[in-house]
């Protein structure tokens, strides 16, 4: 019972939004797809900010974003998102370990949780100076989530997917032209609990390609948009 009030919550937010992603802008790009053979749904969201006013010293920008990225767990729970129908908790185990709850607010329903960001920072060079910050959060359970209970050698540890994201900032060797921020964010591996177990037939893939990709993309449009203004006060 619980499971259906969590496929219901995320086909009336699906259906909500639906129009807002339509009218998404052209400087966000999208794309997701649902593997009927292995059940895993994948996704690739790019957005592009093409002058940067505010600099921001190397140091800074690789703390900052950081920071940032880590949050996304967070960000989930903010009343604007979802019209208040989420909240986040957080829960630490005995071994210290965090995990991110996203629940629904009216009946507490663990509908996602993540586990502990790990980072990548670094330079590149190439046609100028890059700063590269890289963020893996994994998912680690929640009803959204296909768990094969079946299976009495899966554990806590099983790979449920994860989302990552990858912040360039680009400074060019010629000075006419402008800094250029890049955002990237994945969905891999993911095994949703709207679609079910693999095989998946037509109609579950076509549940999930229609309800819950729209959501997503909308909430990775509005996370994008939110790094943008707190990293470089766009």
Known sequence: MTRLRSIIIIITIGALLISLVSALTSDFTWEANLDCNSGLA??????RLLKVDKVIERDASFSRARDELAKYPEFLGRKHLFFGLLTTKKTVNDTGDITMKVCDSFF?????????TSFQSGMRQRDGLSTVVLARIPIVGGMLVCQDIS?????????????????????????????????ESRVIDYKPAISGLPTVNILRRTLYMNTQRYVHAYVMK??????????FDC
């Open 42 to 47: 994948s996704s690739l969201e790019t957005s």
């Open 222 to 231: 509005r996370f994008h948009d939110h790094c943008y203004e707190s990293l």
């Open 108 to 116: 507490g329903i663990n509908l996602l949780a993540f586990g502990k």
């Open 151 to 183: 299976n009495h050698n899966s554990n806590i540890d099983d790979d449920l997917g994860e989302i990552c994201f990858r912040l360039t900032h680009s400074k060019s060797n010629e000075p006419q032209r402008n800094d250029q921020i890049e955002l």
